[in-house]
C-alpha cells in the first residue's frame, strides 16, 4: 500500500516558466513533509519542507503547499531553470518524540527544464 | 565535513555471496537510516538506528541485517545475496533521535546481484 504517491513520472517545462509538482499521501498521522531532489548518480539532497501546522513555506525559488483537508502537497519552482532538472522526491514522516523520524517517500517525478 | 560517505560505490556479486555495505558520517548525529531504491518505487527503509546501541526494522529488511557499530558507524550485510536485492543502496542520517527533521543522504551504492 503506497502511503505516499506522486502521480506524475516526468514532467516537461521551459526555462523560466513554473514547475508544479504534486504528491498525495493516505496516513492523517503524517505531519511533517519534505522535498528532495536527485541527481543521476549521486544521493538525495534536501530541498524543503514543511509542518502539517503551516499550509505554505517558501524558500527562494521554491514554495511548498500543504492542503491537509486534501492530504495533498504540491512544490512550485519559479523560475524554473535547467539546472532543476532532476527527480524530485516527497516524503512524509510523524513528527513529535515519541517518533522515530522514519521517511515515507513517494515514487519521484523526473523534472525536465528546456532551455 | 565529508557529510554521509558510503563504500563501495559499486559492487557486483553472484547469487549467494555475502558483502557488507559501509556507511559513516561525521556530523555527530543520532540517527542513521539505510534506504533502497528501486525504479519506479522511490526509496524504502531496510533499517534504522534511532540512536547508538539501538536498530529497527523498516519496510523491507528481509535477507539484510545491520550493525551500528558507534555513533559515525552504521554497516548493512547481505548474508546470501539474491537477485532480487539488485538495486541502489543509499545511507543518511539525522540529527535527532525522534520526530521529523531532514535526512543527509550519502551517494549510494549500485549493487548488481547476478
Known amino acids: 500500500d503506497q502511503q505516499v504517491k506522486q502521480n506524475s513520472p516526468s514532467l516537461s517545462v521551459q526555462e523560466g516558466r513554473i514547475s508544479i509538482l504534486n504528491c498525495d499521501y493516505t496516513?492523517?498521522?503524517?505531519?511533517?513533509f519534505l522535498w528532495y531532489k536527485k541527481y543521476p548518480a549521486e544521493g538525495p539532497t534536501f530541498l524543503i519542507s514543511?509542518?502539517?501546522?503551516?499550509d505554505k513555506n517558501e524558500d527562494g525559488r521554491f514554495t511548498v503547499f500543504l492542503n491537509k483537508s486534501a492530504k495533498h502537497l504540491s512544490l512550485h519552482i519559479v523560475p524554473s531553470q535547467p539546472g532543476d532538472s532532476a527527480v524530485y522526491f516527497c516524503?512524509?514522516?510523524?513528527?513529535?518524540?515519541?517518533?522515530?523520524?522514519?521517511?515515507?517517500f513517494g515514487q519521484g517525478t523526473t523534472l525536465q527544464v528546456k532551455p | 565535513n565529508a557529510g554521509v560517505t558510503q563504500t563501495p560505490k559499486f559492487q557486483v556479486l553472484k547469487t549467494g555471496q555475502s558483502m557488507t555495505l559501509q556507511c559513516a558520517q561525521d556530523?555527530?548525529?543520532?540517527?542513521m537510516y539505510w534506504y533502497r531504491q528501486d525504479p519506479g518505487m522511490g526509496l524504502r527503509l531496510i533499517y534504522y538506528?534511532?540512536?547508538?546501541?539501538?536498530?529497527d526494522k523498516g519496510e523491507v529488511p528481509n535477507g539484510y541485517n545491520v550493525s551500528r557499530l558507534n555513533k559515525r558507524e552504521f554497516s548493512l550485510r547481505l548474508e546470501s545475496a539474491a537477485p532480487s536485492q539488485t538495486s541502489v543502496y543509499f545511507c543518511?542520517?539525522?540529527?535527532?533521535?525522534?520526530?521529523?527533521?531532514?535526512?543527509?543522504f550519502g551517494p549510494g551504492t549500485r549493487l548488481t546481484v547476478l
Open positions: 514543511i509542518s502539517s501546522i503551516k
Open positions: 556530523m555527530n548525529h543520532n540517527s
Open positions: 516524503a512524509a514522516s510523524r513528527d513529535g518524540s515519541s517518533n522515530t523520524g522514519k521517511l515515507i
Open positions: 496516513n492523517s498521522m503524517f505531519d511533517y
Open positions: 543518511a542520517s539525522k540529527v535527532g533521535t525522534s520526530g521529523g527533521g531532514k535526512q543527509f
Open positions: 538506528s534511532a540512536s547508538e546501541g539501538t536498530t
